[in-house]
C-alpha cells in the first residue's frame, strides 16, 4: 500500500518538467551560439586590420631595434 502511494506521489513531486529543461537548454545554447559567432567575426576583423597593417609597415616599429636597458638600477631595487 505505501508503495503504491510514493509511485503515485512520485510524478506530483518533481519541480521542473521536461520541457521547462529543453526549454532552458535552448535559451542556453542560443546566447552562447551568439558569443561564439561575436567572437569569430572579432578575430576576423582583427586579423584583416593586421594583415593591412602589416602591409603598410606600421607594426615594424623601432621598439625591435632598441637595445636592452636594464630597469634594475632604479631607487627600488637593491644592487648590494
Sequence with gaps: MLLKYKLLLLPAL????QSAIVTGLSVVVVFFTVLLLLGVRKSYKLRKENEKL???GILDSD???KAYKDFTEGHM????
Excluded at 518533481?14 to 518538467?17: G, M, N, V, Y
Design 14 to 17: 518533481t519541480l521542473i518538467d
Design 77 to 80: 631595487y637593491d644592487n648590494k
Design 54 to 56: 602589416n602591409k603598410i
Design 63 to 65: 621598439e625591435e631595434n
